[in-house]
């Protein structure tokens, strides 16, 4: 499956990107060190001057925009005597880490006065190498942050979290505002590709990160280096007065010099002295309001960057004048105040033009520049497209339209020419909501005690709802994605810039037939606990997923070959609750079921855990309710520790035949094998037999994945040429099993791990198999794009069967934060013992009529009375209400005939009457309701009003009218009904009245000479029997 990881991401930083996923989560190449040690009896880095310091640290070496090839950590000895480093080291672990780390020994000595250069991994761009180091590492830093130490020994140290001044290390740095563990006071800004911290002039050691670093341009020095002294102050420059939009420029960059000061003034439209921005914007006043242009030029606001929540913040609506440095920041433009030193920001006096909210709508990535931290008020209809990061960062994806981004290979095959369309389709409508911070709310112990903004009130925020735009937001550029901000950062008492759709339902849809099959991939669900089988034996080892309080909630690896799944007995009765609530709500007569334990791994009967997920299902369905197909005999001698399974219902079905697993080893070797079953009716013969095959191919995980040849990832991920090689044998498989039972109709049914366009399926495609789709649903949502992954595949003959089917969207839509595995991440627990987001992966549900099915019966629904305009094309909704999804067809009779006619999908249909069919005047008109294999004839009926055409005078005269000389008055009138309009028109001019009749829609009056000045016409049309009355003035001069 596509499963993002569980560990809580990399933190963003403030005013900047998220660290790159790849840097954060590679960082194993340090020296390996059989166990940790107690941290060794040396000081820390005296606050004197009298010790060694960390003066720079910077991970974003041979990263995009960087100027240096390699990662480095620089040293200063602010002594005038060199200091050996001798058995001293430096170390690291990435900055969400708080256990072991990667350790670089270092040799030599830091002469007096001087730096010692350890150079860390090269990435893959920069232009320049570092000066020679004294020292070398394979450590791949961030470039975002992380935690480094210097330490006076080369065994791995594991620092505590929080303040760790005072501890015995040497010198530390959490080289992030978001690490867990720092020295004093952590940093305010974080570093990036193309900036370093660097420690204050001279060595200055306060025992605080916060105080003792900054992020500037790198600069990294050997022992061989010299340092300069201290020069001359400069002397001040007055700065440079300049307009939001010169800042901005029409490019993607400031055009201005980023070493001189600018001064600029402007409206405060957002605010954020909290969550980490350390910021607020600032729009030119008087702008905003209306659309601009398609190509509208430079951004007429900026975001000034103040560098620390303590600084002196202006409110929301101030007119205010900025001092600061234009730069770039990840790609947003923005002013640094900081280099201010008289003061950056001063509140006006004097009145200004506040700004209004821009008129919106998203333009195409390309003409988003122009937009950059302006207000905005978004007018389009969007819909929920990602919320992984809801739980994390509170972000959240939306797409512009009724419907998510789509994974590219759930609409066209991978060879398609067609397949950048749909990539370029997502670009356009993709962009984030945002919390205004960047806060991550699974980091440190702090963080983890705020409840999460948008959902801890109760709210749902689903994949597939419609997101509503409430509030102005700031279009904003950050982490490498456009986002709507709010004005000030949201919290989860604050109100929210957007409402949701809550699209939550108690059971899936009625999909007809009388039998009903599903399929359910239950995410990991072991009867075996990790605690439980490491206890069991020695040798065995597991490592733990977390809550904030350190309880152990689910497995993260057990060694050698254990399970998943939950970490307890406490943890397992939260993953089952949520289990139990969703199967027994979907209640179809047939199961199959992916990703349950395989308990003979274990030493177990093969259907132990199955036994006890059907036992806790019967516990609240009732006695009997749920069976379980028992495994075959023969299985095959190697296996997977999830497999694949079914559970039915007796009273309704009965298996015919033992079950059959499809042993090929040689394919299945890194999948779990085919299940298949036949099944019929209760009481039924066996020619009513059917067979039902389950599936759960290999993965699209890159974990191991080869680089080249037909499993390297791809634009179908990872192991795709093993995907078509289970699916071809399945398709054999399935051809032996169906002969062999007899059953003519086959369900494929399970996990494909395959989007509806891949190779795998157009594999079973052309063996004949039908994917049996739910319209506007899809069973998985990965990266904030959905696609099916799981399905149910028929054959001819099965599809002949099927009635209806639905994509139950209790899972892959819902918040992580819902999951067992989530519980108590965060202040605000957000378990319930209930169906959603039981699993990761949708239910499907399929209704199947097996036999001579009694058809259902139907109810004809339309909205009563439709009005219309004579002239106009009637339309009238109809419904179909009945168990499943009803066809068919429906005819709308009037005296004696038919007047409209159209085909029911999915128990809908629109029927259009022809324009001028009926004249004005109201009818009742018999609904009738063909029928169709499944659902009984049924009537109803509409009421048809439909008014006289609508009418506009078009008047015109001789203008101006010479004084003492007649003119001409022209009437013509327009409708709706396609035909001329005839009738009588009355006049009003000058005292005097006229009727005229008008022909064709036209009548002309001669109007009598008058008086020099201004006189009005009145015309009254007295309209007809098809065309309504109309009123006008016209205005004529005479003279």
Same mark, same amino acid.
């Given at each position: ?32 060190? =059989? ?19 960390? =003066? ?7 990263? $995009? ?76 830093? $961030? ?23 005072? +501890? ?27 900036? $370093? ?26 022992? #061989? ?98 001092? #600061?440095?234009? /730069? ?14 008289? #003061? ?17 709508? *998203? ?45 590219? /290979? ?204 059907? /036992? ?5 369905? #009732? ?51 085919? *299940? ?61 099993? +169906? ?8 369900? *494929? ?43 149910? *595949? ?20 819902? =918040? ?85 006619? +159209? ?53 015109? +005269? ?9 003119? /001409? ?71």
């Amino acid at each position: 499956m596509l499963e993002p990881s569980p560990r809580p991401s990399p933190s963003r930083q403030p005013g900047g990107a998220r660290p790159r996923r790849a840097l954060a989560a590679g960082l194993g190449l340090g020296l390996a060190v =059989s166990a940790l040690a107690a941290l060794p009896g040396s000081a820390t880095a005296a606050v004197d001057g009298s010790g060694v310091v960390i =003066s720079e640290f910077y991970g974003g070496g041979g990263n $995009s925009g960087a100027e240096y090839t390699h990662d480095f950590v620089e040293l200063y000895n602010p002594t005038s005597a060199a200091i050996s480093l001798e058995g001293w080291s430096v170390q690291y672990r990435n900055n969400a880490g708080t256990s072991p780390v990667q350790v670089t020994p270092l040799t030599g000595s830091v002469p007096a006065g001087g730096h010692y250069l350890v150079q860390w991994a090269q990435g893959a761009g920069g232009t320049t190498s570092l000066p020679t180091p004294d020292a070398t590492g394979t450590v791949s830093a $961030s470039a975002t942050g992380g935690q480094v130490w210097l330490a006076s020994t080369t065994t791995a140290l594991n620092p505590p979290t929080g303040n760790v001044t005072g +501890a015995p290390i040497v010198d530390f740095l959490g080289a992030s505002p978001t690490a867990p563990s720092f020295e004093g006071a952590a940093v305010t800004r974080a570093p990036a590709n193309a900036t $370093s911290l660097q420690r204050a002039a001279n060595g200055k050691d306060t025992d605080s990160n916060a105080a003792d670093f900054t992020v500037v341009a790198p600069t990294p020095q050997n022992s #061989g280096s010299t340092t300069p002294g201290p020069e001359p102050e400069p002397e001040p420059v007055e700065p440079t007065d300049v307009t939001i939009a010169e800042i901005q420029g029409t490019g993607a960059e400031t055009p201005l010099d980023r070493t001189a000061l600018v001064r600029t003034r402007g409206i405060v439209t957002a605010s954020y002295p909290t969550g980490g921005f350390n910021g607020f914007y600032l729009q030119t006043a008087g702008t905003g309001g209306d659309p601009k242009p398609a190509e509208g030029g430079a951004s007429d606001a900026v975001f000034v960057w103040l560098g620390s929540p303590s600084a002196t913040y202006p409110e929301v609506g101030d007119h205010v004048e900025v001092v #600061g440095l234009p /730069t770039e920041f990840n790609g947003l433009t923005q002013l640094d105040a900081r280099a201010a030193s008289d #003061g950056s920001t001063t509140v006006l006096t004097e009145p200004a033009e506040m700004v209004k909210p821009r008129a919106f709508v *998203l333009p195409a990535p390309a003409l988003r520049e122009q937009y950059e931290g302006e207000l905005v008020l978004p007018s389009e209809d969007y819909t929920v497209s990602n919320n992984f990061n809801l739980n994390n960062f509170g972000e959240i994806g939306l797409a512009v339209g009724d419907t998510p981004l789509i994974a590219p /290979t759930e609409l066209v095959t991978p060879d398609s020419p067609e397949l950048d369309d749909v990539k370029a389709d997502n670009a356009a409508r993709a962009i984030a909501i945002d919390d205004g911070s960047s806060t991550n709310y699974l980091g440190n112990a702090t963080n983890k005690a705020i409840p999460l903004p948008w959902i801890s009130g109760g709210d749902v925020v689903r994949v597939n709802a419609s997101a509503t735009i409430t509030e102005p937001v700031v279009i904003d550029w950050r982490n490498s994605t456009w986002k709507y901000q709010p004005t000030q950062q949201l919290t989860a008492e604050g109100v929210a810039p957007a409402t949701f759709e809550d699209t939550r339902t108690a059971a899936p849809e009625a999909v007809g037939g009388d039998l009903e099959l599903a399929t359910f991939n239950v995410l990991n669900y072991f009867s075996t606990t990790g605690e439980e089988w490491a206890a069991a034996a020695s040798g065995r080892s597991c490592s733990y997923f977390t809550d904030r309080a350190g309880a152990n909630i689910t497995n993260d690896r057990c060694e050698p070959n254990g399970p998943r799944g939950a970490a307890n007995q406490v943890n397992l009765e939260r993953q089952e609750a949520k289990i139990v609530a969703a199967i027994n709500a979907i209640d179809a007569d047939v199961i199959s079921l992916e990703e349950i334990e395989n308990s003979a791994v274990f030493g177990l009967d093969r259907d132990a855990a199955l036994a006890s997920l059907v /036992t806790a299902l019967n516990e609240q369905a #009732g006695a009997g309710h749920w069976a379980y197909v028992p495994s075959p005999t023969a299985v095959p001698a190697a296996e997977d520790v999830i497999r694949t399974a079914f559970i039915y219902q007796p009273a309704t079905v009965e298996t015919v035949g033992a079950s059959v697993i499809h042993d090929d080893e040689a394919v299945f070797f890194n999948a779990r094998e085919p *299940l298949a079953q036949a099944f019929k009716p209760a009481g039924s013969a066996d020619d009513d037999a059917f067979s039902v095959i389950v599936n759960h191919f290999k993965s699209k995980s890159t974990s191991g994945a080869p680089s080249s040849g037909d499993n390297a990832n791809g634009e179908q991920g990872a192991w795709n040429g093993d995907r078509v090689r289970q699916a071809e044998s399945l398709a054999d498989f399935t051809a032996e099993f +169906a002969a062999e039972a007899g059953t003519e109709a086959v369900f *494929l049914t399970g996990d494909f791990n395959s989007y509806t366009q891949e190779d795998p399926l157009h594999v079973l495609y052309d063996e004949g198999f039908t994917d049996i789709a739910s319209e506007g649903e899809w069973s998985y949502s990965f990266s904030g794009m959905s696609g099916s992954l799981d399905h149910v *595949l028929a054959n001819e003959a099965a599809a002949a069967m099927v009635t209806g089917s639905d994509i139950w969207e209790i899972n892959a839509v819902e =918040s992580v934060a819902y999951e067992y595995s989530r519980s108590n991440y965060n202040a605000t627990d957000f378990y319930a013992p209930d169906a959603y987001r039981s699993s990761d992966h949708e239910p499907h549900v399929v209704g199947i009529a097996v036999g001579e099915a009694e058809p259902a019966p139907a109810t004809v629904v339309t909205p009563g009375t439709v009005q219309n305009a004579y002239g106009d094309v009637v339309r009238v909704p109809v419904e179909i209400e009945t168990e499943g999804a009803a066809g068919g067809r429906v005819d709308l009779h009037w005296n004696g005939g038919i007047i409209g006619s +159209a085909d029911v999908v999915d128990g809908q249909a629109v029927v259009e009457v022809p324009r001028r069919t009926l004249l004005p005047k109201s009818y009742r008109v018999l609904v009738r309701y063909s029928g169709d294999a499944t659902t009984q004839a049924a009537d109803g009926g509409v009421t048809i009003a439909v008014g006289r055409a609508r009418t506009n005078l078009l008047l015109s +005269a001789t203008q101006p009218l010479p004084a003492g000389r007649s003119g /001409t008055l022209t009437i013509r009138i327009g409708n709706s009904s396609g035909f001329p309009a005839t009738g009588w028109v009355n006049v009003v001019y000058g005292g005097k009245a006229f009727r005229v009749f008008a022909v064709r829609g036209l009548a002309t009056i001669t109007l009598q000479p008058g008086r020099t000045g201004t006189h009005r016409a009145s015309v009254y049309y007295e309209g007809s029997g098809t065309v309504s009355p109309a009123f006008g003035v016209l205005s004529i001069r005479v003279g």
